[in-house]
Structure formats: structure tokens, C-alpha cells
């Protein structure tokens, strides 16, 4: 394996749509082969480190979790030289031993989203399948759960799985307690996918730092989930989880040789010579060099 420069890119989620403390040296109003990204890209600098800012569902929380463009948002980061990036995301609880105003690092994931995101920069003419049995990055999860330790301690749970639902409402109470007793998850969120599998194929490492807000609507005792309750928590955690990132980026290594980074070096099984000029053209700077 090569080695690559590390870039960090952050898509801040619900209640994160803001890096401060950090120095903002420009704003990138992009347009990419795949439509345009939540909002513009702020490139900060910390500690002589640069990283990319990009808050998921665009500022003042315009996009549903199933309008924002995930394929726009990963393309935009990737043409920035982003190589590995942090998703923060608020969540639901599936376990008794995460307790709101918590965090999570997830080592894995369920696809529970219903097909209405467009999940892959395949398709039309160009065929490919990335290795995903892993979604997270193991370099990623490792840097995740030291910088998010370090500020909040045993307050940190790591791995366990995320479950993705297509939302935008809560899971009904069924729902939620099959997903408890069958996928036995960490967390609930509607955002994860299909970001993680688009960072794999543009061949990017993917990790996850999950605020915990809730535990939806499967506990006694507990309220529903509501997001006046959410926005509550978050309120209370926002500036731990920006101190976690400013952490993450001030440590960052300089180079890294993650096999994520190539993850996309014998996916493509279509013929060189049968795909399309077009979409050669589209995908020319993901795959460029596997294209010829
Ligand atoms: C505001 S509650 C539901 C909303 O919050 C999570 O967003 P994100 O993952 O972007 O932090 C969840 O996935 C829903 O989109
Ligand atoms: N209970 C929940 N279900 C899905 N997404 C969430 N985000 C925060 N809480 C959630």
C-alpha cells in the first residue's frame, strides 16, 4: 500500500452546523458531476492542520435525511483532497448501558433505508462493487475513540452497530423493540447510509462519532423520543463534540496507508472500452486512474 496525505472532512449533523474555534481561511461553493453538496465547505486550519467543514443537512437544517444529496456532498469532499472523514451524528439508543448526552463510536452498520437515496456512483454504463464488510475505518475508529475519550472518559462506548431507517418520522414502538431484540444495535440514526458506502467507493476512510440523545420510543419508564428532547441533549453536548473534533484534526496523523484509501482498485468490472464518454468524464476524478 501507498502511503497518502491525510486531509480530515467533518459533515456535521443535527445541531452541528458550525466549526468554531478554528480558523476559517475560505469558503467552497461547489457544483459537482452529482449536483450540489448541503451548503458550501469551510476550509479551517488547526495547529497547522487543514481540514474541511460541511454540515449535512445545510444550515439552518433545510434537508431531510432522505433529501440531502450524499453522493454531491462525498464527490465535493473527495475533490478537496478530503481523505478521511468524520461523520457526527445525533442518535438514538438501543442499549440500557448508553445513556443520553453519551457518545458512540460504531463499528458497524444495518441498512434499513427504503431506496429512496441514491447509494452509489455506479450504474449507467459503469459497474462496480466495493468490498464493504467493514463500513468504518479501523484507523478512523481508533483516532475517534481516543480524541472522544480523552474529553468525555467512560462517557464513550465504542463499537457496536448503527441502524439506519429511511425516517423522517421515529420508528414506530414494534419497530423499535424488533430492531433491539433481532439486530441488537447501539444506536438508531437516519443519516449513516448511504454516506459510509459512498466514502468507500470514493475510497476515503469513514468514521462515526454518535452523540446519543434518546432512546426512542422501546424503554419503560423512558419518554418517546421527541426532537424538543434531542435538541435538548444536543444543546448540552454540541461544544463536547466540537472540542472532539478539534482534538481529532490537532492529532491527525500526517500520512496514512489504509486500504480504504485503494478500496476501489479491482471493483470495476466493466470493460474500459464499453463505458460511456460521459460517464467516463463523471467519474474521471474517483477512477480516472483505474479507467485508463
Ligand atoms: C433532529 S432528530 C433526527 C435527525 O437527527 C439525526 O441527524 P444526523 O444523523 O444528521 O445528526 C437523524 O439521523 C435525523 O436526521
Ligand atoms: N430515535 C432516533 N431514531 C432515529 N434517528 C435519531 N436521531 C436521534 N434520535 C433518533
Known amino acids: ?81 478530503v481523505t478521511h472523514v468524520l461523520a457526527v451524528s445525533a442518535v438514538g439508543i438501543m442499549q440500557e448501558d448508553i445513556h443520553p448526552g453519551d457518545m458512540v463510536v460504531p463499528d458497524q452498520m444495518f441498512d434499513r ?41 467512560d462517557k464513550v462506548h465504542t463499537g457496536g452497530a448503527y441502524v439506519c431507517i429511511e425516517g423522517p418520522q421515529f420508528s414506530t414502538r414494534a419497530e423499535s423493540r424488533h430492531y433491539r431484540e433481532t439486530l441488537k444495535p447501539s444506536v438508531i440514526g437516519m443519516t449513516g447510509l448511504p454516506e459510509a458506502k459512498l466514502v468507500r467507493e470514493a475510497e476515503m476512510c469513514y468514521g462515526m462519532l454518535a452523540l446519543a440523545t434518546d432512546y426512542d420510543c422501546w424503554k419503560e419508564g423512558a419518554d418517546d423520543v421527541s426532537v424538543e428532547a ?9 461544544e463536547n463534540a466540537k472540542a472532539i473534533v478539534r482534538q481529532l484534526i490537532s492529532k491527525l496523523p500526517e500520512v496514512s496507508s489504509s486500504p480504504n484509501l485503494e478500496a476501489a482498485k479491482f471493483a470495476i468490472i466493466t470493460s474500459p472500452d464499453a463505458i460511456p464518454a460521459q460517464r467516463r468524464e463523471e467519474l474521471a476524478l474517483l477512477y480516472g486512474k483505474y479507467l485508463g
Open 230 to 238: 434531542i435538541l435538548a441533549i444536543l444543546k448540552a453536548n454540541s
Open 1 to 81: 500500500m501507498a502511503e497518502y496525505p491525510v486531509k480530515l472532512g467533518v459533515i456535521g449533523g443535527s445541531g452541528v452546523y458550525e466549526m468554531e474555534g478554528v480558523e476559517l481561511v475560505k469558503q467552497h461553493d461547489l457544483e459537482t458531476p452529482f449536483g450540489k453538496p448541503s451548503d458550501k465547505i469551510m476550509e479551517v486550519r488547526l495547529e497547522g492542520k487543514t481540514a474541511y467543514f460541511l454540515p449535512r443537512h445545510g444550515k439552518g437544517h433545510r434537508l431531510t435525511p432522505s433529501e440531502v444529496n450524499y453522493r454531491a456532498n462525498v464527490y465535493a469532499l473527495k475533490s478537496l483532497g
Open 113 to 153: 433505508t427504503k431506496g429512496q437515496r441514491e447509494a452509489s456512483f455506479f450504474g449507467n454504463g459503469v459497474v462496480g462493487h466495493i468490498e464493504f464488510a467493514d463500513p468504518f475505518d479501523q484507523e478512523m475508529l481508533s483516532l475517534v475513540a481516543q480524541a472522544a475519550k480523552a474529553k468525555m472518559g
